[in-house]
């Protein structure tokens, strides 16, 4: 059983930085992607950026592109996502997600298996 736990949400200015971190367990994750997705109050659940374990290869949202981040850290089976430029309009519960069995980029929330429970990134205007 795939277990993902986020970390290092909070409160931050506008223009500060976050670095969340999800720590994946229970399989090898060798033919996995790896996302994170936000959710806003009121609003779709939203894909960011996603990493292939295998390879590293990343694709980001156009909202999100330059100003984020992800990473992988194979010996610690961790994914990172490093948020710079923090807006207001980041404010949401960002969500760690994980697909098995594939070799390509997948950016729809419905094919992805495993989710994590979620951290709280606040941004302050």
């Known amino acids: 059983q795939v277990q993902l736990v986020e970390s290092g949400g909070g409160l931050v200015q506008a223009g500060g930085s976050l670095r969340l971190s999800c720590a994946a367990s229970g399989r090898t994750f060798d033919r996995f992607a790896l996302a994170w997705f936000r959710q806003a109050p009121g609003k779709e659940r939203e894909f960011l950026a996603v990493i292939l374990w295998s390879g590293g290869s990343t694709y980001y949202a156009d909202s999100v592109k330059g100003r984020f981040t992800i990473s992988r850290d194979n010996a610690k089976n961790t994914v990172s996502l490093q948020m710079n430029s923090l807006k207001p309009e980041d404010t949401a519960v960002y969500l760690c997600?994980?697909?098995?069995?594939?070799?390509?980029?997948?950016?729809?929330?419905?094919?992805?298996?495993?989710w994590g429970q979620g951290t709280q990134v606040t941004v302050a205007s």
């Open positions: 997600a994980a697909v098995a069995n594939t070799r390509t980029i997948v950016v729809l929330s419905a094919f992805y298996d495993y």
